[in-house]
C-alpha cells in the first residue's frame, strides 16, 4: 500500500535509545494515519489507568498519507496521548510548515516513551535520534526557543514548549512556526513532564502515493474551482474572525462568562476593527490556497508594533467575550502573552472569566474585574508561574472550580472548556461537545457550521443527530488523513474516497469509510472507557439546561439534550451504561 512510509519510530528518554518498528498494510488500512494509528498506539504502549504525568504515558506525534503531498490542506501534523486536563484521549492538531519537515524524516509517527534526566531537546533525522541538553533553553519563551534551534538547525521543522509546559501545567501547547499551536487538552503538559523543550525534524524523505499525477490533476482540479468560491475568499480576507458578527447577530456569542449571547462591543473586537487597527495580511500554512491565518501588527497605542498571527475567533470569543475585553489590540496583546508562556487560549480566557465571576459573586477575595485588562494580564502571569489565584486555576477548570467553590457555575465537559458557539441556541453543538472524544470541543464535528448555514434548524432536534453523525465521520476521516478542517467543504464523500485512492491505493466507498470511521471512532471510545469514561461523562453543565440566554430565551432542556443522547448512542451502537 502506497501512502505511508509503513514505520514508526519510537525514542526511550529512559535509556536514551531508539528504534523504528514496522507497520504492515492491514494495521495502515484499517487506521489510515494520523488519529487511527495514534490511538492503536496509545493502546498498545500505555499501561492502562497510569496518572498522565507518569513517564509511561507516551506522547505521539502522528502524520496521514497526505502529508507533504499535493493536496490542498494537508499541511498538518497531530499530537496525541492521555491528556493532563480531562484523564481521557488528548488529540491536537497543527498546521504551518512543520508538518512537511516531519514528513521528511520518514516515518508515519514518533512515539515518545519515558523521561529525561534534565531539560533536553531531540534532534531527529530519517538516520539518528539524539537526545541533547537543553539547559540553555529553560524557561524561555515558545518564540525564543524556536529562534534559537532555528539558528543552530537552518531549513528544519522545530517544535516547542513554553514556561508552562516545563511546569506541567495541564494546558500547555506545543507551538511551532511561532504562531501554529496543537493547542487544546495539554500536549505541551506531557511533553514538560518529559523534560523536553523541543523537538527538531530535518531530513528528505518523501511518501510515495499510489496515483502521483492524478493527485497533481486532483489537486489543480480543487485549486482551479475552489479559489474563488465563498468559503474561500471569506477566510482569505477576514479569517475566522468573521465568526464574530456572525455568532452576535444569532445572540450565541458567549458573553460575561456564559451569562449572555450578546457583546454589546462585538464591533470593537470582530474583523473590521482587526482591519481598521492592525496592518493584517493572509498567511497561508504549506499546500493551502485558503491562506485563513492572519498575520497582523498593531497600529498604534500601547501595543503598537506588536506582530501576531491572528488573533483567531476562538482567543477573541474567550477574552472579548467571555472576559468583556472590548478592545482587539488588547485581546491580541493577551493573545501573544499565552503563546510566548504556551498556553492554549480558549482554556485561559475561560479560567480569567471564572475568576472575574467569582471575583463578582465574593467567592474570592481578589479583585478580578469583567473588562479589565490589567487585572486579565495579571492573572495570566499568575497562572503561568503558579502563584496566589493563580496557582489554584493552573490547576485546570476541574479541581480549579471546585477549589473556588464555582463547581455550580464553571462551563465544561469532562474538564474541557467549550468553543464560541452557545449550546442553547445551536443544540446539536451541545450534543458534540457533550460527546466528544476529547471533552468539549468543535472541531470534532465542526457542527456549527450545519446550525449556520441553514442546513438543518438550530431549534429542531429532529434528524439532528444523524447529520450530525455525518459530519463527525467524515471528520474523523480527515483527522486520521490528516486534512485542515476549512476544507471540509470541498472534500465531500466522494471527494474523501478519491484522495484515499490517489495516495494509497486503497479503493473504498462511502460505506466502507463510514465502516472505517466507526471503527475508529469505537476504538477511542474503547480507550476512554479503558480510562473511566462512562455515560456520566457525556453531559452538559448544568447551567445550560437551566439558565436561558436572556436575549432570546434559548435553552437546552434535558429532555432534548437526553433524547439526542441516547440516539446517538443507538446509532453509534454504544452500550448505554458505559
Known sequence: ????????????????????????????????????????????????????????????????????????????????????????????????????????????????????????????????????????????????????????????????????????????????????????????????????????????????????????????????????????IAYKRFGTPMMVDLLNKVKAFPTRYWHKGFFEDYEKINAEAMQNKMEVKPKACAKCFMACGKLSIVKEGRHAGLKIEGPEYETIYAFGGLCMINDITEIAYLNDLCDRLGMDTITVGNLVALAMEASEKGKIKERVRYGNVEDAEKLILDISEIKGLGAILSQGIKKASKNLGMEDFAIHVKGLEPAGYDPRYLKGMGLSYAVSDRGACHLRTTFYKAELSGMISPDTIEKKVELLLDFEDRLTLFDSLIVCRFYRDFYLWDELSKIIKLTTGLDLNREDLKKLSSKINDTIRGYNIREGLTKQDDYLPERFHSEPLPETGAVITKDDFNKMLEEYYSYRGWNKKD
Open 1 to 232: 500500500m502506497k501512502g505511508f512510509f509503513s514505520k514508526y519510530l519510537v525514542i526511550d528518554l529512559n535509556n536514551k535509545k531508539w528504534y523504528k518498528e514496522v507497520l504492515n498494510e492491514f494495521e495502515l488500512s484499517l487506521s489510515l494515519g494520523g488519529k487511527g494509528l495514534a490511538v492503536d498506539l496509545l493502546l498498545k504502549y500505555q499501561p492502562a489507568g497510569i496518572h498522565p504525568s507518569s513517564p509511561e504515558n507516551p506522547l505521539v506525534f502522528a502524520l496521514g498519507p497526505v502529508t507533504d503531498t499535493y493536496l490542498y490542506g494537508s499541511s498538518r501534523y497531530g499530537v496525541y496521548t492521555k491528556s493532563p486536563l480531562t484523564g481521557f484521549f488528548c488529540e491536537s492538531y497543527s498546521g504551518g510548515k512543520v508538518p512537511e519537515k516531519i514528513s521528511k524524516t520518514g516515518y508515519d509517527a514518533i512515539l515518545i516513551l519515558g523521561n529525561c534526566n534534565e531539560l533536553s531537546y531531540i534532534y531527529i533525522t530519517p538516520e539518528n535520534v539524539e537526545i541533547l541538553p537543553a539547559s540553555k533553553l529553560s524557561g524561555l519563551s515558545c518564540y525564543d526557543t524556536e529562534s534559537l534551534l532555528n539558528e543552530k538547525y537552518p531549513d528544519s521543522g522545530i517544535v516547542t514548549i513554553g514556561p508552562a509546559g516545563e511546569k506541567g501545567i495541564p494546558f500547555s501547547i506545543i507551538s511551532n512556526d511561532y504562531w501554529r499551536c496543537a493547542g487544546r487538552a495539554g500536549a505541551g503538559a506531557v511533553m514538560g513532564n518529559k523534560n523536553i523543550k523541543a523537538i527538531v525534524f530535518k531530513g528528505d524523505k518523501r511518501r510515495e502515493v499510489a496515483y502521483l499525477e492524478d493527485l497533481k490533476k486532483f489537486s489543480q482540479e480543487i485549486l482551479e474551482s475552489k479559489k474563488e468560491h465563498p468559503s474561500t
